[in-house]
């Protein structure tokens, strides 16, 4: 995790509601992901989880069962860390 934690519980709520997905595959990874690290989130966290929610649940779910990997503006080392937390939940 980075340094500049994520202390707005508010924030954190609305991105956990957020988070709420139409595939059931995406929202029991996120439900053990938010279990287990909701607290400890950083800004680069908070704003990673953001970029990979604007997508579709199909290629969220890719990307969550390491079908596909990130490309182009999605790949960051920030983005690949948090998805590697996902994965692991």
Known sequence: ???????????????????RRGLLENDLIFERFFS????????????????LLELSDNELMDLLLARTEPE??????????????LRTA
Do not use: C, F, K, N
Not at 7 to 17: C, F, V
């Open 1 to 19: 995790m980075d340094e500049s934690h994520q202390s707005d519980p508010l924030r954190r709520a609305r991105l956990r509601w957020r988070a």
């Open 36 to 51: 287990r690290y909701e607290h400890d989130l950083s800004d680069a966290d908070v704003a990673a989880l953001t970029r």
């Open 72 to 85: 182009g503006d999605l790949a960051t080392p920030d983005v690949i860390r948090l998805l590697d937390m």
